[in-house]
């Protein structure tokens, strides 16, 4: 049930310290913060990957800006 997962997500997402990583958000969305990282792995070759990060929000920005 999309309703509960998204409760549940909400709950999680609350802890200013928390991690969360979610596997195909779409359901999610209006549970997410303002502020997060997008993070999009796309398949470029049969042993090779392409990751994109994309900071939505000013405290997601800094984490982005540390990682480089």
Same mark, same amino acid.
């Given at each position: 049930?999309?309703?509960?997962?998204?409760?549940? &997500?909400? !709950?999680?997402?609350?802890?200013? !310290?928390? #991690? #969360?990583?979610?596997?195909?958000?779409?359901?999610?969305? !209006?549970?997410? /913060?303002?502020?997060? *990282? /997008?993070?999009? *792995? /796309?398949?470029? =070759?049969?042993?090779? /990957?392409?990751?994109?990060?994309?900071?939505? =929000?000013?405290?997601? &920005?800094?984490? *982005? !800006?540390?990682?480089?």
């Amino acid at each position: 049930d999309n309703d509960m997962a998204a409760r549940e &997500l909400e !709950e999680i997402i609350t802890d200013p !310290e928390a #991690v #969360v990583a979610v596997e195909w958000s779409r359901p999610f969305v !209006e549970a997410v /913060r303002d502020d997060f *990282l /997008r993070i999009i *792995l /796309r398949v470029t =070759g049969d042993d090779e /990957r392409a990751i994109e990060v994309v900071a939505h =929000g000013p405290q997601s &920005l800094q984490v *982005l !800006e540390a990682l480089k």
